[in-house]
């Protein structure tokens, strides 16, 4: 958990949508998936097609993180969509070696309900060296098994 001078902002209004488009920042949809999914909000997540060409195939490992975290997903051809909830479930989360999705479970954890384990977490290494001492320089609880 992170200490408690981090505070996430949730979505007034329940029925507001936000759209991710997918299109020019595959990189980004695990965090913001994670991060919408924390909100009260219906999010929607389209233009896919180009996530399941990167590390891992972003639209599965995506959808099934957020699966493993409690999140029910709707997905379809070109999109997946699902509901915001209050807390995420203690889960084990398969990073599919991509660091990406190790990154996000690791934000993730700090809005669950219990502990997050994921594995292959040290693929970070690929694009963030100090990822996990700098989680951890902020509060986040991280330990190797």
Request: one cysteine or more; hydrophobic letters at 40%.
């Amino acid at each position: 958990m992170l200490k408690d001078e981090f505070q996430f902002k949730r979505v007034k209004d329940p029925k507001k949508k936000i759209i991710i488009d997918a299109k020019n920042m595959p990189d980004a949809v695990p965090i913001l998936s994670v991060l919408a999914a924390a909100s009260n909000t219906e999010t929607e997540v389209i233009n896919i097609k180009r996530l399941k060409l990167k590390e891992s195939d972003r639209v599965k490992s995506t959808v099934e993180m957020l699966n493993n975290l409690g999140v029910d997903v709707n997905l379809r051809e070109e999109s997946f969509s699902f509901s915001g909830i209050e807390k995420f479930k203690s889960a084990k989360i398969d990073s599919h070696k991509d660091h990406r999705i190790a990154m996000a479970s690791s934000i993730a954890a700090t809005f669950a309900e219990g502990p997050i384990i994921i594995n292959n977490s040290d693929c970070v290494e690929k694009s963030y060296k100090n990822f996990f001492k700098d989680f951890k320089s902020l509060g986040g609880i991280s330990n190797v098994l």
